[in-house]
């Protein structure tokens, strides 16, 4: 737990460092509008992951975690063979779906026309991340945090060093960079991570299998007892797999509609469509980028939070999962205290020297305040998740997001940008209490009997 959590979190925290410092590179090429418009594609990403791979990335993460002590890595492929062939059908769909109807996308959903070459663009690195996301699963599930560390910083230099490069050849024959570039860099990022990861797949098969192809699963004749092998397996992958890419996929549309409608209450407050933009650039393309930075911990620990738990409630050892909860707490609360008092000291300033932005520095101190709840609130999301309750993680998402959209649709048309912030604190403190009280109700009573 702690070697993985260690590997995680450092390459968390360098890419991390060189998205941070990539935002900054970007506001200051394209400004705060450019990158609202960047932004509001996003939620699109979001949406086309949750429906083909999200799910199925855990599923696999699952059912392989077992590896290590049976041994059984035959079933382990053919677990994450089966997982990949169907996300990388629905990942291909949703490509083509998104690449035809890119226009109207733009145009009746981001209510943005000069997305609609972005999500072009966009479309093609989604079945690239579908691959790399089964991968990395499987990794995952079996503890080999390193693959999909490196895979990770292998996407985040590339796609920052060929946008780089992009504007470094742009600069020297005269031409404008636009934000189609930074787009492009995305997708040039999404294909070094799928190749890191294929690379790290093919060595583990050759391992495992020292005297068979790459995948095993090839060289066996297609008979009845194989199709129906795989059809267990893919049943098994659904039946985990539905309901989570489900509740991500309703998380994400309000989400969305969230993302999507920010700048359309900044309007109803008075601004015009470019100074709408750049309020919500500099908030979600600087501000949140900076205070989102140190959950690169907590995240690295939720990751391995869930295979974890999972397994020590399947063996019975409660002990081992309210451990798991009040640890979780006690350090949350440990690092999200320091980050509140770090960024309310250093906020404005982080504003002003890091983005050029008095506004920046502004959100930065009212943001601040949510850290504990955000960290704590992910942590326990992932350990309920372990025990089997995601109606109940889903739930509570789904009730803080609800009252976050009360906040965008009747709070900012007000107070302007000032009434979202105080909407985020609000959903995170409602979050966090669900997640606290169930997760601590869950171990005592595991314990209890």
Known sequence: MITGTAILTLTGLIS????????IFLSNVFGAEGMGIYQLISPVLALSFALTVSGIQTAISKYVANENSTHDYKTSFRTLWAGFLM???????????????????????LMEARTAPLLRIIALSIPLACVHSCINGYFYGIRKTAIPAISQLAEQICRVGSVYLIYYICQKHQMEPTISF??????????????????????????????????PVRTEKIQTHCIAIYSRIMGQLLALAVPLS???????????????????RLMAYGLNNTDALGVYGVLTGMSLPLILFPSAITNSISVLLLPIVAEADANGNQAAVRRAVLTSIRYCLLLGFSCTALFLLCGRLAGRILFHSQLAGSFILTLSFIC???????????????LGKTAQTFCYSVVSLLLRLAFVFFAIPCYGIKGYLWGILASQILQTTLCTVSALHISRKGCDS
């Open 246 to 264: 489900a509740n991500r996929l309703v998380i994400n549309l309000l989400q969305s509609i969230e993302a999507i409608y920010i700048p359309n």
């Open 182 to 215: 930074a787009v492009v860099g995305l997708v040039i990022g999404e294909s070094a991570s799928m190749i890191v990861s294929i690379l790290a797949i093919l060595s583990r098969a050759h391992k495992v299998f020292p005297y068979r192809t790459f995948l």
């Open 87 to 109: 996300a990388f059908s629905l990942s291909l769909t949703c490509a083509a779906l998104i690449y035809h109807w890119s226009e109207a996308i733009a145009v009746t959903c």
């Open 372 to 386: 504990p709840f955000m960290y704590i609130a992910s942590t326990l999301g992932s350990i309920l998740n372990g």
């Open 16 to 23: 991390r460092l060189i998205g941070f410092f990539y935002r």
